[in-house]
């Protein structure tokens, strides 16, 4: 599974982005994509996650009410709508794929097989 994020950018406090990325490859009922971020000599923090099989969605809780994520099966693509953006969610977002993912692994960097190259987001004014 190959993996193309895009949609990163400067953006002032309060307003908002979307981030795409495109899985190309086999995919599976446990097939799931994340978004995770990190911001230089701290380490990746989890952001959402999608699981294709069974639709569970999960935020951590900095993304909760602001971001939102969505597939496209047939696209094979995720989506992060992020509103009310602030200076603390600047970072690069990477995606992230496994096709083996249970439920209970979904937040866990380490759980995913696959990456794709990172999307900077800035936010200021």
């Known amino acids: 599974v190959q993996l193309q994020a895009s949609g990163g950018g400067l953006v002032q406090p309060g307003g908002s982005l979307r981030l795409s990325c495109e899985a190309s490859g086999q995919t599976s009922y446990r097939f799931t994509m994340g978004w995770f971020r990190q911001v230089p000599g701290k380490e990746r923090e989890f952001v959402a996650a999608?699981?294709?099989?069974?639709?569970?969605?999960i935020y951590a809780d900095s993304a909760k009410g602001r971001f939102t994520i969505s597939r496209d099966s047939a696209k094979k693509t995720v989506y992060l709508r992020m509103n009310s953006l602030r200076p603390e969610d600047t970072a690069v977002y990477y995606c992230a794929a496994d096709n083996s993912m249970i439920l209970s692994s979904m937040a866990i960097g380490s759980a995913y097989d696959y990456w794709g190259q990172g999307t900077q987001v800035t936010v200021s004014s």
């Open positions: 999608t699981r294709w099989g069974g639709g569970s969605t």
